[in-house]
């Protein structure tokens, strides 16, 4: 990575990290030992949108953000040959630690989900790599239009095997081209009309998303950190934000397909966010340990995730930490409650990396 690199950019990506920590951990606590939860900290049923559905695009944008940064010097010249296996293979590598993941906790006796969240990176990253060596700034933005306007139609095309409404699970093109492609691989497969939340045409948005953070990245290296910088994306991050919700009556925001309005608003939030930090970290020089902490998480982003995955289960679903809730709830609400040991989880996933952090150790994929 260039040395102009934004402390601000690992730590937001930090803090998408341990976001997503935080929601997967309310998630198997809730579903798993069926303890009350804040519904802000569980996915929307469907269309919507909570604080848990934020914290996956905000990691995608961040995905495009970085790439500038670490792509800038081989974007000036011709892309080699081995650059593009370079690209693939960390793509690859991405993907087959997603389905590993998965393996790892599979019910062989029935259907394997063969998408994920890693999934989901590893293929979003290799697109918004290539298109952005590809590309100027106009390109990919034209790039972004034509996707998230072709998407939208996309949605709509009529499907085999029930009426097309988007308000409803499953019942869109994009799933149902899932079901056709995939079959009983997919996450909801037991739905009335079972859907891949990381599904195949879902990607596309995807990439256009992380592009909309390389258009960000490059802003911030030709700018670089001020006033008119921020000025800039927080008036972009408010009409993005503002399109988004105003559309959603044509186009449901929903995390499930990854839609257009979805991508709109996560978007504009995260550029605020992201404006926040800047003028916090790499303005004012703000530091103290909330910040190294979230450094942490956002420099082995990737090992901090596998770690939680293997954590979640043990830390949280055992007679000790069951009957910790119990004691809590008595004092407190039981979603307050929850959240003790769903902490514990995010610290424990933090032990590792921060040892990496001070050890200098990047665990790079």
Same mark, same amino acid.
Request: glycine residues 10%; aromatic residues 12%; positive net charge.
């Given at each position: ?15 998408? !990290? ?9 998630? +198997? ?13 569980? $996915? ?10 934020? +914290? ?6 961040? !995905? ?5 940064? #670490? ?6 010249? #011709? ?65 972004? +239009?034509?996707?998230? !306007? &072709? /998407? ?7 499907? *085999? ?11 869109? /093109? ?11 691989? %997919? ?7 079972? /859907?891949?939340?990381? &599904? ?16 960000? &990245?490059?802003?911030?290296? $030709? ?8 000025? $800039? ?18 186009? *449901? ?47 082995? #982003?990737?090992?901090?995730? +596998? ?7 043990? %830390? ?13 709830? #008595? ?13 514990? !989880? ?5 032990? *590792? %990396? ?10 790079? %994929?």
């Amino acid at each position: 990575m260039a040395k102009e690199r934004l402390l601000s950019l690992d730590v937001f990506r930090g803090l998408a !990290v341990i976001g997503m920590i935080f929601v997967n951990s309310v998630s +198997v606590f809730h579903y798993g030992a069926g303890v009350p939860a804040y519904d802000i900290f569980l $996915h929307a049923p469907w269309a919507g949108l909570t604080i848990a559905d934020l +914290v996956f695009p905000f990691f995608i944008f961040m !995905v495009g953000v970085s790439l500038p940064f #670490a792509l800038s010097g081989v974007k000036e010249t #011709a892309p080699t040959r081995g650059l593009i296996l370079k690209l693939l293979k960390r793509s690859a590598l991405l993907f087959l630690i997603g389905l590993a993941l998965t393996l790892s906790f599979a019910d062989w006796s029935e259907p394997i989900r063969l998408l994920g969240v890693l999934q989901r990176i590893g293929i979003t990253f290799f697109g918004a790599a290539i298109f952005f060596i590809g590309y100027g700034w106009r390109g990919q933005l034209g790039l972004i +239009v034509i996707i998230l !306007v &072709g /998407y939208h139609f996309l949605q709509m095309i009529p499907i *085999p095997d029930g009426e097309t409404n988007l308000l409803e699970p499953g019942l869109n /093109y994009s799933n149902w081209f899932d079901r056709y492609f995939l079959g009983d691989h %997919v996450y909801a497969r037991n739905a009335p009309a079972p /859907y891949e939340p990381e &599904g195949l045409l879902g990607t596309l948005p995807s990439i256009a998303q992380a592009l909309m953070g390389a258009l960000t &990245g490059m802003y911030i290296r $030709h700018k670089g950190a001020g006033a008119t910088l921020l000025r $800039h994306m927080c008036l972009t991050g408010l009409i993005l934000t503002i399109l988004g919700f105003a559309l959603s009556g044509i186009h *449901p925001i929903v995390k499930a397909t990854w839609s257009s309005t979805f991508v709109l608003t996560t978007s504009g939030m995260a550029l605020l966010v992201f404006a926040i930090l800047i003028w916090m970290l790499d303005i004012k020089g703000w530091r103290g340990p909330l910040t190294r902490f979230g450094q942490a998480f956002g420099i082995n #982003a990737i090992t901090a995730y +596998v770690v939680h995955t293997y954590l979640m289960g043990p %830390v949280l679903l055992n007679p000790v930490t069951t009957g910790m809730q119990d004691s809590l709830a #008595a004092l407190v609400s039981p979603a307050l409650a929850m959240l003790l040991p769903v902490v514990i !989880v995010v610290m424990l996933s933090w032990v *590792p %990396v921060a040892i990496m952090q001070k050890r200098g150790i990047i665990l790079k %994929v």
